[in-house]
């Protein structure tokens, strides 16, 4: 299995342009690919905002059960508000990840979360968007990491029209 393999799974998600936020952030850090259930979303697809074409990047696929989707040998992360849930700050992410988000409007199926290895929340005054969610989840695991730092790795990543200096 690869270096910090990361893998997202999305139980139901309803929104188009919610999931095509979430393909921009798997992109931008690295996830390899989402899994939904439900119908919602293949119902809303063709209706989406991914502006970046991430859903041709990066596999997008529909499945029945996100359990039997887990990479074999990554440890399964679900992030739900939940009592007894792990505050995201104090998380220590495994090196190969299968992260869980429930939909916008519920919560996570309570087997499912029995099922994961780990249960993390966001400590939030209330719930955030799906795709903010799945945002700060990938930012949090980046944060903690040992990731590239150097002048070319900005070069690189920035806008092609973004040709700014700090100093």
């Given at each position: 299995m690869?270096?910090?393999?990361?893998?997202?799974?999305?139980?139901?998600?309803?929104?188009?342009?919610?999931?095509?936020?979430?393909?921009?952030?798997?992109?931008?850090?690295g996830?390899?690919?989402?899994?939904?259930?439900?119908n919602?979303y293949?119902?809303?697809?063709e209706?989406?905002?991914?502006?970046?074409?991430?859903?041709?990047?990066?596999?997008?696929?529909?499945?029945?059960?996100?359990?039997?989707?887990?990479?074999?040998?990554?440890?399964?992360?679900?992030?739900?508000?939940?009592?007894?849930?792990?505050?995201?700050?104090?998380?220590?992410?495994?090196?190969?990840?299968?992260?869980?988000?429930?939909?916008?409007?519920?919560s996570?199926?309570?087997?499912?979360?029995?099922?994961?290895?780990?249960?993390?929340?966001?400590?939030?005054?209330?719930?955030?968007?799906?795709?903010?969610?799945?945002?700060?989840?990938?930012?949090?695991?980046?944060?903690?990491?040992?990731?590239?730092?150097?002048?070319?790795?900005?070069?690189?990543?920035?806008?092609?029209?973004?040709?700014?200096?700090?100093?």
């Open positions: 690869n270096k910090n393999f990361v893998c997202i799974g999305l139980q139901n998600p309803k929104s188009a342009s919610n999931v095509a936020s979430i393909l921009r952030a798997a992109g931008c850090y996830a390899s690919s989402v899994f939904y259930t439900g919602r293949r119902y809303a697809k209706f989406n905002a991914d502006t970046q074409n991430m859903h041709q990047k990066i596999p997008t696929i529909g499945v029945d059960d996100l359990l039997a989707m887990a990479p074999k040998g990554a440890k399964k992360v679900v992030v739900e508000l939940v009592e007894g849930a792990v505050p995201l700050p104090d998380y220590q992410h495994p090196q190969n990840a299968f992260y869980i988000f429930g939909p916008e409007d519920a996570v199926n309570p087997e499912l979360v029995s099922a994961c290895d780990d249960v993390v929340y966001i400590p939030t005054h209330g719930s955030m968007n799906l795709a903010a969610t799945v945002n700060v989840v990938l930012y949090d695991r980046l944060a903690k990491s040992d990731f590239d730092r150097s002048i070319e790795f900005v070069q690189q990543s920035r806008d092609n029209n973004n040709r700014l200096k700090a100093f």
